[in-house]
């Protein structure tokens, strides 16, 4: 059957230092994959998107990788800050166009 | 843009009480999607549509469950008859290429 698994359900880290969010997959061949952040009592928000045939994207201090042998992606947030603290959900395009299914997130908090 | 904008905010409801979310997507926004989020199960979708069509309804629960689109600019997810076990926070989402645009979101308690 089809699963999304993201590594640890909290992570903690120092302010300043570089969090490493980590999206398995099976069963799926995306054409996409997407990470959102989500704060308490709010929608997910998108950060990013990488396409199956790009290897690493970065946006200002956020780099994702997606390894389509190994079936992971990777989300990097270097020079943490405790406003970086959040929930991070990865999303895998499936069925029609447009649709994704999520995994069910790594909570993150930074330390000041 | 004020995003895409959902009422009620929370809904507490008794047990067998028909409940109707709604939901207004950004403008220009040709797909629209219902998703239902628990601490147990995540965030997973309803349904989509696509320029107002439903596209895949595969993820509502059951014929409890119905949603419309009426127009480009309005949805509704409606629950009839509502149980407690459909407590949890439904969010609308719209988009018009892959990134997807969450509303705030609406926090249904069935009592």
């Known amino acids: 059957s089809q699963k999304i698994e993201q590594n640890s359900e909290a992570l903690n880290i120092q302010e300043g230092k570089t969090a490493t969010l980590t999206c398995n997959y099976t069963?799926?061949?995306?054409?996409?994959l997407q990470w959102y952040r989500q704060d308490p009592g709010r929608g997910p928000v998108f950060l990013l998107l990488i396409r199956e045939n790009e290897k690493e994207k970065r946006k200002e201090r956020l780099k994702v990788t997606f390894d389509t042998t190994l079936k992971q992606s990777l989300f990097h947030i270097t020079a943490s800050q405790p406003a970086d603290s959040a929930t991070y959900l990865c999303?895998?395009?499936?069925?029609?166009?447009?649709?994704?299914?999520f995994g069910s997130g790594t909570q993150l908090t930074v330390l000041p | 843009d004020a995003g895409v904008i959902q009422s009620p905010r929370h809904e507490v409801t008794e047990m067998g009480q028909e409940v109707t979310l709604r939901c207004k997507p950004i403008?220009?926004?040709?797909?629209l999607f219902w998703y239902r989020q628990t601490m147990m199960r995540g965030l997973e979708l309803l349904i989509y549509?696509?320029?107002?069509?439903?596209?895949?309804d595969s993820g509502m629960p059951e014929d409890r469950f119905s949603a419309k689109m009426p127009n480009a600019s309005f949805s509704t997810l409606k629950i009839q008859p509502s149980e407690p076990r459909d407590s949890a926070v439904y969010f609308c989402?719209?988009?018009?290429?892959?990134?997807?645009?969450f509303g705030p979101g609406t926090r249904l308690t069935v009592l």
């Open positions: 999303a895998l395009s499936s069925g029609s166009a447009r649709q994704l299914t």
């Open positions: 549509f696509n320029n107002n069509v439903p596209i895949d």
């Open positions: 403008s220009g926004h040709n797909s």
């Open positions: 069963n799926y061949s995306p054409a996409y």
């Open positions: 989402a719209s988009s018009f290429t892959e990134e997807q645009f």
